[in-house]
């Protein structure tokens, strides 16, 4: 078993190009087969950019919450117009539509691509929280598709490209879709990836 010098990973003694990153390994069958240090713990680079989701990704169970609430209220309104106190039972309409809206907006806001200095982590979920973590290797390309309303609510579907095998990432629904891609790509062209050996992926 040897490690490949640009990523990393583990590969097997007979293959002469990385299936991960695709560097050739044939000059690295005379280097030591042992996985480098800094492979085996984890990263603390720095923070330099944070992605979330917009609250449009749960856009129907807002316009639920909504209509819920409008229609609580008109009920509420109503009922009570007529002398009933029982029309403040359907207050519970607002407080049932409040509510939904404000867990959309904390899942939504759960969901983050962190860019660090060496790795990236993408993690979702309130309760059930998955965490996707990869080392940083080199980003080939961003690209950015916005609809109309995307474009009036500042929403948009993002892909990066990453160099190696199963690494891009594509994620809907990213707030400020724009200012991201510019990050990214300035991130593109000024990166140095020469000291990134490793790969942690959980």
Not at 25 to 38: E, G, N, R, V, W
Not at 76 to 98: E, N, R, T, Y
Not at 119 to 140: A, C, D, F, Q
Request: glycine share 8%; net charge positive; aromatic share 10%.
């Amino acid at each position: 078993m040897k490690y490949c010098p640009k990523c990393g990973k583990s590969v097997a003694d007979d293959v002469k190009f990385c299936p991960s990153c695709g560097e050739a390994l044939a000059t690295a069958a005379s280097a030591p087969s042992q996985q480098p240090s800094h492979a085996k713990k984890k990263t603390t680079g720095k923070l330099l950019f944070t992605a979330t989701r917009s609250i449009w990704y749960y856009k129907w169970r807002c316009a639920a919450g909504i209509l819920i609430s409008l229609i609580g209220l008109l009920l509420c309104i109503c009922v009570c117009a007529v002398g009933s106190m029982i029309g403040l039972v359907f207050l519970l309409g607002p407080v049932i539509g409040a509510l939904m809206l404000i867990f959309s907006a904390l899942a939504a806001h759960a969901y983050r691509i962190q860019i660090y200095d060496d790795h990236i982590i993408v993690r979702e979920g309130l309760i059930n929280v998955k965490e996707r973590r990869s080392v940083l290797t080199p980003i080939v390309g961003v690209s950015v598709s916005q609809s109309l309303w995307g474009k009036l609510c500042n929403y948009g579907n993002v892909h990066i490209d990453k160099q190696g095998k199963g690494w891009d990432i594509s994620s809907e629904y990213i707030s400020h879709p724009a200012e991201f891609k510019s990050f990214l790509e300035k991130m593109m062209s000024s990166t140095d990836y020469s000291s990134i050996n490793y790969v942690m992926n959980n």
